[in-house]
C-alpha cells in the first residue's frame, strides 16, 4: 500500500548509501591520521644521544608516519571534495520535524564548521609541505602549491602555516568529539532515529 504524504513525512530520514560511504571513509581517515600528527610531531622533537642504536629505527618509523600523515590528509581532501560536490548536487534530508530550533542550528553549525575544518586542514598542511619542501612521500615527490624562490623566508612561513594546521587539528578534534558526544545523547538518552540517518546498512526513503 503506498505511503501518504503524511505517513513519509513521520519517517526518519536518511542520508543514501553514497552519502555514508563517503561519510563512514573520511571519520575512518580523521581518526587514524589525527593522533598520528600529534604523535609524530612529538616524536619530532626527541633527542638522541650520541652513538644510541635505537636512533635510526626511530627516525624511520616517524619519517613512516609523516608520510602516512601526508598521504591521508591528502585523501581526506579529496574525499572532502566528492562529498560537498554530492551534497550540493544530491542534497541531504531534512532535519527531524520534532527537534527545538536551537538544536538544529547547533546541529548544522556544528557540521559545517566540520566541513570548513575538514578542508582548511589538510590544506594548510599541503601549503605547509610546500612552503618547507616536505614534498616527497615513499620516495615520490608531490607537487608543489606554491613556487619557491631563492632569498624568501620559505621556513619560517612553513612554520606558521604548521602552526595554523595544528591548531585547525585541535579544533576539528573538539568538533568530532561534540558530534559524536550528540549521536550518542540522540541514540542512548532520547532513543530517537537521528544517528540511524547515517548508520551503514539503512535505506534512504
Known amino acids: ?19 555514508r560511504a563517503l561519510h563512514w571513509s573520511i571519520a575512518l581517515l580523521v581518526l587514524v591520521t589525527l593522533p598520528v600528527g600529534f604523535i609524530m610531531v612529538d616524536r619530532s622533537d626527541v633527542k638522541f644521544a650520541d ?12 619519517n613512516l608516519m609523516y608520510d602516512w600523515h601526508k598521504v591521508i590528509g591528502i585523501t581526506i581532501l579529496a ?11 544530491v542534497g541531504a534530508p531534512r532535519s527531524e520535524p520534532y527537534l527545538p530550533s536551537w538544536e538544529k542550528g547547533l546541529s ?37 602549491l606554491v613556487a619557491l624562490h631563492e632569498g624568501d623566508n620559505h621556513d619560517k612561513i612553513s612554520e606558521q602555516i604548521f602552526t595554523l594546521h ?19 545523547y540522540h541514540k542512548l538518552v532520547r532513543g530517537d532515529g ?8 539503512r535505506s534512504a526513503q
Not at 644510541?52 to 616517524?62: C, N, R, V, Y
Not at 574525499?79 to 548536487?89: N, T
Open 51 to 62: 652513538g644510541d642504536t635505537t636512533k635510526a629505527a626511530f627516525e624511520a618509523t616517524t
Open 79 to 89: 574525499l572532502m571534495v566528492a562529498r560537498l560536490a554530492y551534497r550540493l548536487i
Open 194 to 201: 537521528v544517528l540511524n540517518r547515517m548508520w551503514p546498512g
Open 1 to 19: 500500500m503506498p505511503r501518504s504524504d503524511e505517513t513519509t513525512q513521520m519517517l526518519p530520514q536518511v542520508y543514501r548509501a553514497p552519502a
Open 166 to 184: 595544528k591548531l585547525g587539528a585541535i579544533a576539528l578534534v573538539a568538533l568530532v568529539a561534540l558530534h559524536v558526544a550528540g549521536a550518542l
Open 108 to 144: 548544522h553549525a556544528v557540521h559545517w564548521s566540520m566541513y570548513a575544518l575538514l578542508f582548511a586542514v589538510p590544506i594548510a598542511g599541503y601549503l605547509g609541505i610546500s612552503y618547507g619542501d616536505y614534498l616527497t612521500t615513499f620516495g615520490v615527490k608531490l607537487p608543489g
